[in-house]
């Protein structure tokens, strides 16, 4: 009977026991692989009929980019797509706007890699420099302007 006794007092200790213990973490959500600010202006706002729901940016350099392997090879100040984030609100942004942004790169997403999730309007005098993210060196022909797309 003593055997009895002391097994069920060991069950309902474990079972308060395990009633007090957190339930175990939901998984965490996987974070970003590489994560930047950068400044911009807006060249173009997500067409609504666009499934990519991209957002088109002239933005600054990005000096720390670095490649899937982690290789810091920076990036130029060009105009190019992004992805933009559902969670992200459009409404008080406009076509020329200066921006400061972030942009979450997870590689593992093989169609929309660079995704912006996060945009805050910056006054409209901000001066934003699209330059390459360093000095050329020394050349005997003026640089080609670093846009990926050229500008009319
Ligand atoms: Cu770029």
Redesign the pocket.
Known sequence: MYRATSLAVALVAGLVLGACSPPPPPPAPAGPDQSYTVRGEIARLPDPADPQHEIWIR?EA?PDFATEEGQVVG?DA?T?PFGLDEGVDVAGLEVGGKIRFTLEVRWADRAQPAKVVAVEALPAETELVFAPREPAPQAAEPAPAPE?VPES
């Open positions: 933005h990005i990036m060009m190019m990926s």
